[in-house]
């Protein structure tokens, strides 16, 4: 690999004599992994990732796109080192907690932060870009967890929630040094002014989005690269100026991760993964108290069977319904009022569980509802189809379903749902989502 001389330089400082195996390791393929959902048991291999008990490595990169468990939310494909997450969730961050991941896209990490806190918690997913905060919203219906809130915000924009959050978990936007064997784009952008830069939007974006972090709060920071001044001097810098102590993870069982004097780095040839570093802290400076505003409780009123909408859903007596625009969805009643707030002072994109769209007077099933863990499914219509007819569906295509039961049926490969279609005997309506199809032909 052809890299800048500069970038060689700052990496002998970090290595020392280790730099040319470090070198040798950027010449062979990136391994390929994935993190598996809980909600089938499904072993994609027998090599796991010994950081992270959901994760595995994959012998060599399949296709993808036509594995239909891809699309239903299944597995999500991470990179390894990424995994590491779950070691700080696990130790510092209860299933309870209220969580933010501010620079979530593609959903690599709030999908994992989703399977820890489970039902127990709330995540609030947020990216800036709105183009890829629709992939955000998309990936993490796919989870089908039903306590997550996904915003497009700006990271000042959370200064309206003062002490919200019980954890926030940054993944800064870094000059992409980790990712140099995997995106060859990275190295012809990489310069020693775009490390600077990169270093000083991060401290902006940790200032503006300090205080939503409640005193005694966990922040998660995390970056892609390797040079120090993203990493620990930025985790210096915290601790001087934000109001930040160092705490420590234990990584006794994994000597491979390299631990630094701020956090804990991976190189790729220690460990089986690409650049990353992780670190945590605990928030010690005072955070301002959050003045709840008088909230508008009013909400549009909806003609349709509440009841009814709520017996698709697994306790129906444990959800609140709310009505935004032509859209019905479904939230834990137990989070309604912290909902509220979220809606009042963010983008909201998607939450909970997105139950239907309102047209004229019908409604029509959401696939956020088909691939929740929390639908009812002896409540609605199915039907099990093959690969090529689970294909033909993510395509977009019309499959026939002759002898099923006319309405909207769910239809499910190898027993995991995949989305709807409204079934008129001698056709089917795809209600597959026109922007998640597969365009690649089979």
């Known amino acids: ?91 510092f961050v209860v299933p309870q907690s209220v969580v933010l991941d501010l620079c979530a896209a593609p959903g690599g990490k709030s999908t994992l932060i989703s399977q820890y806190l489970g039902p127990g918690g709330i995540l609030v997913s947020n990216e800036i870009i709105r183009s890829r905060a629709y992939i955000l919203a998309e990936n993490l219906i796919k989870w089908g967890n039903d306590t997550v809130v996904v915003s497009n915000n700006e990271p000042k924009d959370f200064q309206r929630l003062p002490s919200f959050f019980d954890a926030v978990v940054v993944d800064a936007p870094c000059s992409g040094e980790g990712m140099f064997r995997k995106d060859a784009g990275a190295v012809g952008e990489w310069s020693e002014e775009n490390v600077m830069m990169c270093a000083r939007r991060q401290r902006q974006i940790l200032t503006d989005v300090w205080d939503t972090l409640k005193k005694d709060g966990i922040l998660i920071y995390s970056t892609c690269t390797y040079n120090r001044e993203e990493n620990e001097e930025n985790v210096s810098w915290m601790e001087t100026e934000l109001g930040a102590e160092l705490i420590r993870l234990n990584t006794d069982a994994f000597p491979e991760i390299t631990v630094s004097d701020k956090g804990y780095r991976f190189f790729p040839h220690k460990t089986r993964g690409e650049g990353f570093f992780l670190s945590v802290l605990r928030k010690t400076s005072d955070a301002p108290s959050l003045r709840i505003k008088k909230q508008d409780k009013r909400q549009q009123k909806s003609e349709f069977n509440e009841t009814e909408l709520k017996n698709k859903l697994i ?56 691939l929740s863990k929390s639908i009812q499914l002896e409540n609605v219509l199915q039907a099990e189809v093959e690969l090529r007819d689970a294909l033909l569906f993510l395509k977009k295509e019309t499959i026939s379903l002759s002898e099923t039961e006319k309405g909207f049926v769910l239809i499910k490969y190898r027993n995991i749902p995949l989305g709807w279609v409204k079934n008129l005997g001698n056709r089917c309506n795809n209600l597959y989502p026109n922007e998640w199809r597969i365009w690649m032909k089979i």
Not at 34 to 59: F, H, I
Not at 324 to 349: P, Q, W
Not at 351 to 360: F, H, N, Q
């Open 1 to 91: 690999m052809n890299l800048p001389e500069p970038f060689v330089s700052r990496t002998q400082e970090l290595l020392k004599e280790e730099l040319p195996a470090f070198l040798d390791a950027l010449d062979y393929p990136s391994p390929v992994s994935v993190r598996v959902n809980d909600k089938m048991e499904y072993l994609p291999s027998d090599d796991t990732v010994k950081w992270c008990d959901a994760g595995y490595y994959l012998a060599e990169r399949p296709v993808f796109t036509l594995d239909p468990l891809l699309h239903a939310g299944v597995y999500y494909v991470q990179e390894a080192s990424s995994m590491f997450l779950q070691q700080a969730l696990n130790q």
């Open 315 to 370: 306790e129906p007596e444990n959800w609140k319904i709310y009505t935004d625009n032509n859209l019905i969805s479904a939230f834990r009643t137990k989070f309604s009022d912290k909902v509220e707030l979220l809606k009042s002072n963010l983008h909201i994109m998607h939450y909970g569980i997105t139950l239907c769209e309102i047209k004229g007077r019908d409604l029509i099933p959401h696939t956020s509802l088909a």
